[in-house]
């Protein structure tokens, strides 16, 4: 049982590139959500699903897009990379409202 | 909308000392949940300890216990017999339980606490 598995771990991006950053959970939990972390700022939320096929925005949107078309499955996509980017990304996922999120290890990607 | 404050953005205490960190919290909801988060340097967030809003009792777990006043709006952590291995980034954090928002986790700034030997 891997839990919440990110990848890569890390990244370097040159601004306007494009990527995914990989999200996979085999708890069979319906919610799964991504944060990013910066200095002094906390976790803020950037997209979250309820389930496959459903996902919204969070807190800090632009610049993002995700999918979910398997429950197993959330990946983060940057179109078009901005230094403003740079920062450590956490995958999380729950099984129910109740239920503290399990974190994966987060991806550190840095824009050049 | 909710907000969550953590007020001592970094604390020190002495190995096998008791510290205290402190969490306020903005809501208009009346039913959720608290969490304390730990991050230590390898950055893997680590639930620590869980408030349910409709529990009088205190939350305890080992050597970490928090002091919850809902009228208050307070979230205290209060780690006893402090070890080395306490030195992280402690996030507190609020989730509203069902509804539009639930799932989705709140966070505070953070406040870094060093161990020292």
């Known amino acids: 049982n891997a839990g919440v598995t990110q990848t890569p771990k890390f990244q370097v991006l040159k601004t306007g590139q494009s990527m995914t950053l990989q999200c996979a959970q085999d708890?069979?939990?319906?919610?799964m959500s991504w944060y990013r972390q910066d200095p002094g700022m906390g976790l803020r939320l950037i997209h979250y699903?309820?389930?496959?096929?459903?996902?919204d925005q969070g807190e800090v949107p632009n610049g993002y897009n995700v999918s979910r078309s398997t429950t197993e499955d959330f990946p983060l996509r940057l179109l078009s990379a901005a230094p403003s980017q740079t920062s450590v990304y956490f995958c999380?996922?729950?099984?129910?409202?109740?239920?503290?999120?399990?974190f994966g290890n987060g991806t550190r990607l840095t824009v050049t | 909308a909710q907000t969550v404050t953590q007020s001592q953005p970094e604390m020190s205490v002495q190995e096998a000392e008791t510290v205290t960190l402190s969490c306020t919290y903005d809501t208009s909801e009346n039913n959720y949940y608290l969490f304390w988060y730990k991050q230590p340097p390898s950055r893997q967030m680590i639930l620590v300890i869980r408030?349910?809003?409709?529990?009088?009792q205190n939350a305890t777990e080992n050597r970490f216990s928090v002091n919850f006043q809902k009228a208050a709006k307070s979230f205290s952590l209060k780690i006893s017999d402090s070890q080395l291995g306490d030195t992280a980034m402690y996030f507190c954090?609020?989730?509203?339980?069902?509804?539009?928002?639930?799932?989705?986790?709140?966070f505070g700034k953070g406040t870094k606490l060093s161990v020292i030997p």
């Open positions: 999380a996922s729950s099984d129910t409202g109740r239920a503290p999120l399990h």
């Open positions: 408030q349910e809003a409709y529990k009088q």
């Open positions: 954090a609020f989730m509203k339980p069902s509804g539009a928002g639930s799932y989705q986790l709140t």
């Open positions: 699903s309820v389930g496959a096929g459903i996902t």
């Open positions: 708890m069979n939990h319906e919610y």
